[in-house]
């Protein structure tokens, strides 16, 4: 069989098994489509059925997480934990609170972590886990009323050599601390490695906030340098105002770029001078507020209803840093009339397959989440070796060990594209430079 039909029999396969997972299906989509050529040249993958494996989590957990509100109200979410693969290292990945989470979005973003773990280079598995519990307007009490009672099932399923939970969106500190409080207490042991994301003060890593957008910022400065394009001067626009986009903006400002948007579920804000990111770090880390609130301190600028408006501004380079399919073929289209010149993807999958499709036919250079996000996971990694020698890194040593890091990953994605066809399309390296080495682990470790 052609590693085309290989695919095709894969994708109709998982469609005929699980008809409801759209978001799995597109994501296995993506990265199956772009490893044809891997596939073709290595026919031994088919025989020890290595996709029908790799699209197969090792194991899926789902429980019951009942927890009381302040007014003594009773509730029951949903919790999961879907551990993808641990052929490379402990099941690694965050978790999500957010009602939007099915079992479908987590199967997605597993597989996504699989090979975005597999590009940093470091020993960690893939997978990813949460609840449809809906943080926002909850008192820190019931908040952590909610990461008790999720950890005292968890807690059995994880451990510093099995499988490291860190955050996502709607988990952030203030959750891996509660997470960890009661972890510890169940277990009686100060397994600091058992989660990532921690404060510093427990031995958490410096810069592991700021690490997914800045090693966003320096995969897609790598990118347009090697284009000779620079980001001084330029106009971005970014969507999203939590951590990953926070910190997109501070490193995009430190380099010279001006920064015109951010937004939330509710709307966006444009401000032609630049976003003020000190007003915006109060309004989200500080008060937890909506981003609306932005304009009464700051008149000129203009908030307008609709997240997805964002797309309309004209910029040189979008950088989507909120939340998954946010950039559909329609705000491609938008984006690519007003001229953008690149796109880096900040959250994971934000844009759709056919939006994707439409950038690299537009020759716009196009950084794919798995390898342009994947600083945040990579200091996760850093965290667990900091947290097994029982030291603590400086900011400079670890924000230097992500830069590294992020070139490595460039690198390896643009020398595979160039290998195997368009030298542009980094969404093909990325994938063939994570598959290959996952196939190959998985090879080695037998029928397992
Ligand atoms: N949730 C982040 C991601 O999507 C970080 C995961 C982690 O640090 O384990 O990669």
């Known amino acids: 069989m052609s590693g085309k039909q290989y695919v095709e029999k894969m994708i109709a396969c998982i469609a005929k098994r699980d008809p409801d997972q759209k978001m799995f299906r597109d994501t296995v989509t993506e990265v199956l489509s772009s490893i044809e050529p891997v596939l073709d040249a290595h026919p031994n993958y088919e025989t020890a059925k290595i996709l029908e494996r790799m699209v197969e989590p090792e194991r899926v957990i789902m429980f019951r997480v009942p927890w009381q509100d302040d007014k003594g109200e009773c509730h029951v979410n949903r919790g999961f934990r879907v551990q993808m693969s641990s052929v490379i290292g402990p099941y690694k990945g965050g978790l999500r609170f957010h009602p939007s989470v099915t079992l479908d979005i987590l199967k997605f973003l597993a597989f996504e972590q699989v090979y975005k773990n597999a590009l940093t280079g470091l020993p960690i598995g893939g997978a990813k886990g949460g609840s449809d519990f809906d943080p926002h307007g909850r008192s820190d009490n019931e908040v952590m009323h909610f990461c008790q009672s999720f950890m005292t099932e968890l807690y059995r399923h994880i451990g510093p050599d099995v499988d490291v939970p860190a955050g996502d969106i709607g988990v952030g500190g203030r959750e891996i601390g509660y997470l960890y409080g009661q972890y510890k207490r169940i277990r009686d042991s100060y397994d600091a490695g058992v989660l990532t994301g921690k404060r510093v003060d427990f031995w958490g890593s410096f810069a592991r906030t700021e690490a ?12 347009l340098d090697a284009k000779g394009i620079g980001l001084k001067g330029k106009t971005l626009v970014v969507s999203g105002a939590g951590n990953v986009a926070t910190y997109a903006i501070e490193k995009a400002q430190s380099f010279g770029a001006k920064v015109v948007t951010c937004s939330d579920s509710n709307g966006y804000v444009y401000d032609p001078d630049g976003i003020d990111l000190a007003a915006l770090k109060d309004i989200k880390e500080v008060r937890r507020a909506r981003i609306k609130e932005y304009v009464q301190t700051h008149p000129h600028a203009e908030y307008h209803e609709g997240c997805k408006g964002v797309w309309t501004v004209k910029c040189d380079v979008a950088l989507p840093c909120a939340t998954q399919s946010e950039i559909d073929l329609e705000s491609a289209k938008r984006l690519v009339a007003n001229g953008v010149q690149a796109v880096g993807e900040g959250a994971n999958m934000p844009s759709t397959l056919d939006a994707i499709a439409y950038f690299l036919e537009h020759k716009i250079l196009f950084a ?20 097994s020698e029982r030291l603590q890194w400086t900011f400079e040593e ?8 992020m070139k490595r990953i460039y690198t390896n994605a643009k020398k595979n594209a160039e290998t195997y066809g368009d030298p542009d399309n980094l969404v093909a390296g990325a994938n063939i430079t994570a598959f290959s080495k996952v196939a190959e682990a998985m090879l080695a470790q037998g029928l397992v």
């Open 212 to 223: 997914t957008g800045y090693g966003l910022l320096y995969f897609v400065k790598n990118m």
């Open 398 to 405: 670890v924000d230097g060990r992500l830069k590294d890091i």
């Open 368 to 387: 794919p989440a798995k390898a342009a996000n994947a600083g945040g996971v990579a200091v996760s990694a850093l965290e667990m070796a900091q947290n």
